[in-house]
């Protein structure tokens, strides 16, 4: 059987890119938390925030590390993948990408050795600058990657001219239609994924009877944010899906799974999408309810994959799933929320066995859920590398051979499965030691730490005695 190099580079930049992915939209929420602890402490003065926010520091270390030694490669392979649609984009990927790395990527090399090893050896408010300018950097990375990322979606702003995009407006292109909806969803999703993750952590923890009042603080902050924000990124999330059914009518026709242009769509949801029958098998779903979600109008008319010829639609059986696992992580994203605040009485929410527990299992879920809205996000624009103006056959580097791309594949897993191993071991570590490990290591740096050179009156005055 002959290799096909445009599938295997399609299969090798998704498992890159999605082993990538994981890490920083950890990092953008708990940079924000370590932030927020840091804000809290120096005004409190309270070492139950600098306890934690020690701890949670270190957690960042390690994932932000692993973030990014996965992405440096993600670059790298535009040029030896897909040369021919970086040639086309280089003129709007090419200065994007390196302001990505001159306003963000700087910014948080230079402040975080500060926050990684100041503490108590700068002053409270310049450690405090160093937090949030980290947090700042997260999302300065994450507004150029994915305005970049979005306007292959939506491209704006450009002209194509014999094969290569020139920029004609860089306002338009940076914030193109879908970007302003990507990027709030995508900031939500990293909040949530920061408040799980910890709220997980601190579950576990009080579960085990460690350090019970900083976490029980822990964990309550995490679940008001919960409250929040799982709601919220629903709303936005309408406002994305409403967003993409103007720009990309065809994806949110996979997502649906629906075939052929229809009033009063109903929402299914089961289904078993046959892209050969062009039809679904064994659905279930509630009347008109579709296209209220999509149109706000029962009767409203939603597009169906028939509008385009099935070499331009996707892979709808990838795409309805994962939409269908997205939502429903997201959904009981706001029922753990719901149940904290009504575990609230009597101090219930960290005193409950079977909610903990629950805590511990919901803390893998957010990134179940951003790999799903991922898939459905660049699987669903298949086969377009641009929207509507390049596809995927036509961005692959000319030259590149079957088992070129197979030898790459099989070596990226091979180095990510090594990276993820040692870095998941130093982060086992870390919560195996927990915060009991880390204000130990706080006294010992208190009673070793040297004393400030002396000044020159206490030399005369030693000399004296002397």
């Known amino acids: 059987m002959e290799l096909d190099p445009l599938l295997l580079s399609r299969i090798q930049f998704a498992f890159v890119v999605s082993f ?53 490669v993600m670059s790298f392979q535009f040029g030896t993948n897909w040369s021919n649609y970086s040639y086309a984009a280089a003129n709007f990927l090419g200065p994007v990408l390196s302001y990505e790395v001159i306003t963000a990527f700087f910014l948080e090399a230079a402040f975080l050795g500060v926050l990684l090893f100041g503490r108590n050896r700068v002053p409270k408010g310049v450690h405090l600058f160093a937090a949030c300018m980290v947090a700042l950097g997260t999302f300065i990375s994450s507004f150029w990657i994915l305005a970049a990322n979005s306007w292959m979606h939506t491209p704006a702003g450009v002209e ?105 769509m109903p929402l299914l949801l089961f289904a078993w999408p046959d892209q050969e029958t062009q039809s679904n ?16 109008d029962w009767e409203g008319e939603v597009p169906g994959l028939n509008e385009v010829p099935a070499v331009e639609q996707p892979p709808v059986a990838i795409v309805f799933w994962s939409f269908r696992i997205m939502v429903g992580l997201g959904l009981l994203m706001i029922a753990v929320g719901v149940t904290g605040l009504l575990l609230r009485r009597k ?4 005193q409950t066995p079977w909610f ?45 051979t079957g088992p070129m791309a197979l030898f790459t594949l099989l070596g990226y897993i091979l180095v990510y499965a090594m990276i993820f191993s040692a870095g998941l071991y130093y982060l086992m570590r870390v919560l195996q030691d927990g915060l009991e490990i880390n204000r130990h290591a706080d006294d010992a740096d208190e009673v070793h730490r040297p004393a400030r050179p002396l000044s020159g009156s206490d030399v005369s005055f030693e000399q004296k005695g002397a």
């Open 356 to 400: 903990l527990q629950a805590l511990r299992l919901m803390s893998v879920t957010p990134f179940v859920a951003v790999l799903a809205g991922w898939v459905v996000t660049e699987v669903g624009r298949a086969p377009w590398l641009v929207y509507g103006l390049v596809t995927h056959a036509e961005g692959v580097t000319p030259s590149l």
């Open 160 to 264: 194509l001219r014999e094969g290569v995009f020139f920029v004609t407006s860089w306002t338009e292109a940076i914030f193109n239609p879908s970007f302003p909806y990507r990027f709030m969803h995508m900031g939500l999703a990293s909040f949530l994924t920061g408040a799980f993750v910890v709220a997980g952590v601190s579950a576990w923890y009080l579960l085990r009877g460690r350090e019970v009042e900083v976490n029980r603080k822990a964990l309550s902050m995490c679940l008001w944010l919960i409250l929040i924000i799982a709601p919220t990124q629903a709303v936005v999330g309408d406002f994305h899906g409403l967003n993409t059914l103007e720009h990309q009518p065809t994806k949110v026709a996979a997502m649906e799974g629906n075939w052929e242009t229809t009033k009063g």
């Open 347 to 350: 101090q219930r929410y960290w």
């Open 281 to 296: 098998r064994f659905e279930i779903g509630i009347p008109k309810l579709g296209s209220y979600i999509l149109t706000h």
């Open 20 to 72: 990538h992915a994981i890490f920083p939209v950890f990092t953008i929420g708990l940079a924000s938390f370590i932030a927020f602890l840091e804000i809290l402490f120096f005004k409190t003065g309270n070492p139950v925030w600098e306890r934690l926010s020690a701890f949670w520091v270190q957690v960042f270390a390690v994932v932000f590390g692993m973030g990014v030694v996965s992405g440096i």
